[in-house]
Every structure is written in C-alpha cells, then in structure tokens.
Nanobody, 117 residues
Framework: QVQLVESGGGLVQAGGSLRLSCAAS????????MGWSRQAPGKERELVAGIDNSGSTNYADSVKGRFTISRDNAKNTVYLQMNMLKAEDTAVYYCYAYTYTFKVPYWGQGTQVTVSS
C-alpha cells in the first residue's frame, strides 16, 4: 500500500507561480513512477506531468515550458513547480504513483489550484 498526501494548492493571479508537493508513505520502495494529473469542472482528468525512477520526465503539451516536475527520493516526495499560470490551469490537482506490483496507480486526495484572470 502507498499513501499520497498533496499540499501547496491555493489561489494565485494569472502569471503567478505555485509549487505543489506530494509526499508518499507506506511501501514507497515499490514505486517506479510518480506524477500529477488534474481535473477541471466539467472536464475529464488529464495527465500533467510524470517522472520515473531514472528521472525521466514527460509533460502535457499545455504545460511544457511552464511546469517542472522533480523528485526527492530521500523524502519520497514529488514536486510540481508551476510558473506563468493561466486561468485554464484552474483544476483539482491529483498526485499519482505507479508501483512494480500493481497496474492501477495510487491517488492522493487532490489539492485545489485556482488561477484568477
């Protein structure tokens, strides 16, 4: 079992920055990939960014050049630095973790990010 707790969401003006954190606990040794998804009202959940154990990253086209995902393995924490935020980035952001043992990812409870225009 893996537990994920997000923090760092909030209200920010367009053009501003936020940093989200996701701390993993439990069977963290089994995690091979972590990342972030988001869901805006009335829209489907979409992948935002991911990072694997080798440090390889991937991003949605909509956030490339503005968001950066990073990982502190010693703290079992993944971060999402969000710069140049836009109103369309407003969503609930969820942390996820894939493990070697299960095909279905673990999810955090979500943190709200609201960008005012």
């Amino acid at each position: 079992q893996v537990q994920l707790v997000e923090s760092g969401g909030g209200l920010v003006q367009a053009g501003g920055s936020l940093r989200l954190s996701c701390a993993a606990s439990g069977s963290t040794f089994s995690i091979n990939r972590m990342g972030w998804s988001r869901q805006a009202p009335g829209k489907e959940r979409e992948l935002v960014a991911g990072i694997d154990n080798s440090g390889s990253t991937n991003y949605a086209d909509s956030v490339k050049g503005r968001f950066t995902i990073s990982r502190d393995n010693a703290k079992n924490t993944v971060y999402l630095q969000m710069n140049m935020l836009k109103a369309e980035d407003t969503a609930v952001y969820y942390c996820y973790a894939y493990t070697y043992t299960f095909k279905v990812p673990y999810w955090g409870q979500g943190t709200q990010v609201t960008v005012s225009s």
